[in-house]
């Protein structure tokens, strides 16, 4: 006999599997909003990695040709010169000439100098040089200087000069480690402090409207970098982080804190002054590079064979090593990329490790500037000049 089923048992078994569905679609939904919480509050561990999936770059091989016409550049006094870009301009000094060039290598100025022990600084295109240990500098440009600064009873332990024109100047003081004097884009006094501690080395932040001082003291027998973030229309700092366990060499100012190149570590500082990440390391430092947060240290060990460039792309980012095949020599940072040169070559790597380009040069060029279309080689006494596509 077939089975009669009741008009309400089938409603009420209609109501069930209704239920069952909506319980299995609550179900769903919950499980997929707390996959997508968690993958929220870890994106820093995965998204960077996860950006460069499906973006293939092709390796851009450069021809290394070297450019003829004006070049190569002599240089007098052999390896002892400096070499800056400064917008569209070289400027090289050497032990007697300031010399201004385009990036055609056409001189446009020859001005003499007579410092001793001098060094050069650039930016906007402005050249500063001072004597280290001594007394004077001079800010000027291939037309003109704007002016000069003589410090009688002090002597210059470093200088640096901003985008915008500034200087800031850190002398010896009698009562003090040493004394920060800040000048405005004319020359004009703007800002004074006398530090307690040595300052190794400062950057211009805001605009010029501060910056970022590295300290160097000795904690526990070893010595450490403080940094400092100031503004020069107040008097006391806005903060001053713990010590970074290193010597440190530069102090590299930006939006969110500072990087901090140690002559055997390297660090970021956040822009609460807390140390932010550490990275110490493994064989003898050869150069470092940061901008706009971004940063690079080259590192041969030359017992282990084992050459790296360590990448940075911000202050909560882990070290990328780069393995590198030859020992390095030389490094820089350009719009986002990496520069390193090692013997024989020039190679630039994106922040997530991608090689970019590469070119092969000479083994006996010892440094290296960038500009845009362009990559300046310094050799023993003569600069060459390659065109660079990245």
């Keep these: 006999m077939p089975k009669v089923y009741d008009a ?33 509050f870890t994106r820093e561990k995965w998204y960077n990695k996860l950006r460069g999936i499906g973006e293939q770059y092709r390796t851009i091989v450069n021809s290394g040709k070297l450019a003829e016409g004006n070049f190569p550049i002599e240089v007098s006094g052999g390896s002892e010169y400096q070499l800056c870009l400064s917008g569209r301009k070289m400027i090289l000094l050497s032990d007697t000439y300031t010399y201004y060039y385009d990036t055609d290598g056409t001189l446009m100025k020859r001005r003499q100098h007579t410092y001793n022990n001098t060094v050069l600084r650039t930016a906007g295109g402005r050249a500063l040089l001072y004597e280290q240990g001594g007394n004077d500098l001079s800010v000027e440009d291939e037309d003109q200087v704007f002016y000069t600064k003589t410090f009688a009873k002090r002597q210059i332990l470093f200088a640096r000069i901003s985008e915008e024109g500034y200087t800031a100047v850190v002398t010896t003081e009698d009562n003090y480690n040493c004394e920060l004097t800040v000048y405005d884009k004319r020359g004009k006094y703007i800002y004074k402090r006398q530090c307690i501690e040595r300052v190794s080395d400062l950057s211009f932040i805001d605009g010029s409207k501060g910056c970022v001082l590295g300290y160097i003291s000795a904690e526990n027998g070893q010595l450490i970098t403080k940094v400092q973030k100031i503004s020069f229309n107040e008097k006391s700092e806005h903060w001053t982080s713990p010590g970074l366990n290193t010597l440190g060499l530069n102090v590299c100012g930006y939006e969110s804190g500072a990087f901090v190149i140690g002559a055997d570590a390297c660090g970021y500082v956040d822009n609460s002054g807390q140390i932010s990440s550490y990275y110490s390391y493994d064989g003898e430092f050869v150069a470092g590079a940061s901008e706009n947060g971004n940063s690079a ?71 290296f500037v960038r500009s845009d279309d362009h990559i300046f080689l310094m050799g023993y006494n003569k600069i060459d000049r390659i065109d660079y596509e990245s």
């Design 297 to 367: 240290v080259i590192v041969n060990n030359d017992d282990r064979r084992k050459y790296v460039m360590a990448l940075f792309s911000g202050e909560k980012a882990e070290a990328l090593e780069i393995v590198l095949d030859e020992p390095s020599i030389d490094v820089t940072i350009y719009e986002d990329l990496a520069y390193v040169m090692c013997q024989g070559k020039i190679m630039a790597y994106d922040f997530r490790g991608g090689l970019r380009s590469i070119a092969d040069v000479s083994d006996s060029y010892t440094g």
């Design 8 to 40: 309400d048992d089938i409603v009420d078994q209609k109501n069930r599997m209704k239920r069952q569905k909506r319980l299995r679609r609550l179900i769903l939904i919950l499980l997929a909003a707390a996959v997508g919480t968690g993958l929220y």
